[in-house]
């Protein structure tokens, strides 16, 4: 599991970064900046590296940093690999996107304050998923200051050692195994995962051919705790995406009704009243809020994506949960589905 989990921290996403071209202000105009973005981190964090390769072209102003692909702007809470996996269906190497410093789009992104946002947004994360796991936020609000700055630098930094040392405190723990079968069982337990559902209508049968997301309306946000009730029996990765995704699965309908975190008073709590950030709040609002395109018994999974894999579907998913879980101990999941097109002929 270590070593699966070493994978993911050193995982990387090879960008090619090109400066909008209403910024630039010289001639000849900057090439592209070429970096590697770590996958569990978050695109306002490559400031430090991005703003001096393109300060001496950009126009007078102040800056706010935020990034496009193929003109679709990209939500700055999302881990960095968890948008690659699902706007790239062809991966793209080097992945090229467009950096702005002006013309923030307020109307389609939450605010974002540099790194101290980014901060508050994992944070307000965390305290989900131990509210989650544990039915309070109690071990993350208590963690001391220096607790709290040591785990941020460690995820900074992808240091997953230091992680480990400081995230050990927060009691989060691991999904167990069965002694009597060490492969792919689990004790019965609340995990947090993120769910991106996109939703397509065209038919493809290569990833070159899959159609593009041009507007993030075609994709559900769904925060659905997987609540394990088969303790003793295997219990694998398509166990539990039919547990996720019933209304793929058995056609029943995909809006999203109830409050995705049990406790709906409670939950609220842990996303405004406890983050300590009004960004926060917004973004964990905007996340459970989402609903689901509707579909029927024709639905199709078309594609599963963790971290960059295509994982089998009767992979244990205690392996998947303890080794490929992001460092605020979601499991970020990309799903593409195929449903049908209600307004064909």
Not at 44 to 63: E, H
Not at 107 to 120: A, H
Not at 135 to 161: A, F, T
């Amino acid at each position: 599991m270590m070593e699966a989990q070493k994978y993911v921290w050193e995982g990387a996403i090879p960008l090619q970064i090109h400066l909008h071209e209403s910024e630039i202000t010289s001639l000849p105009p900057p090439s592209p900046a070429l970096i590697l973005a770590p996958r569990i981190g978050y695109l306002p964090l490559l400031l430090p590296l991005i703003k001096p390769y393109f300060s001496s072209t950009l126009p007078p102003g102040q800056d706010t940093i935020w990034f496009d692909y193929k003109g679709l702007p990209l939500k700055w809470y999302i881990p960095t690999g968890v948008l690659f996996d699902l706007l790239c269906a062809q991966p793209e190497r080097p992945w090229n996107l467009t950096v702005h410093f002006r013309g923030y789009p307020s109307n389609l992104l939450i605010p974002c304050e540099g790194e101290e946002s980014v901060k508050w947004s994992f944070i307000n994360s965390l305290k989900e998923a131990d509210y989650i796991i544990n039915g309070n936020c109690k071990n993350v609000m208590h963690m001391s200051q220096s607790d709290q700055v040591e785990l941020w630098r460690s995820v900074m930094d992808g240091n997953l050692e230091k992680y480990m040392r400081a995230s050990s405190k927060l009691k989060l723990g691991t999904v167990t195994t069965d002694e009597a079968d060490m492969v792919g069982q689990v004790k019965a337990g609340k995990i947090p995962v993120r769910l991106y559902v996109w939703s397509v209508n065209e038919d493809f049968e290569d990833l070159e051919d899959a159609p593009e997301v041009d507007n993030w309306d075609q994709i559900s946000y769904i925060n659905r705790p997987l609540e394990i009730h088969k303790e003793g029996k295997h219990f694998t990765l398509h166990d539990a995406l039919k547990n996720l995704l019933p209304e793929v699965f058995e056609g029943k309908s995909l809006i999203n009704d109830e409050p995705c975190i049990e406790e709906g008073e409670d939950a609220q709590k842990v996303s405004s009243e406890d983050v300590g950030s009004s960004t926060g709040a917004e973004e964990g609002k905007e996340i459970f809020n989402q609903p689901v395109e509707s579909c029927c018994n024709d639905a199709e999974i078309k594609l599963v994506r963790i971290q960059g894999i295509e994982p089998k579907m009767e992979i244990p998913f205690s392996w998947v949960v303890n080794s490929l879980k992001n460092p605020e101990h979601f499991l970020h999941i990309c799903v593409c589905v195929k449903v049908p097109n209600v307004n064909a002929a």
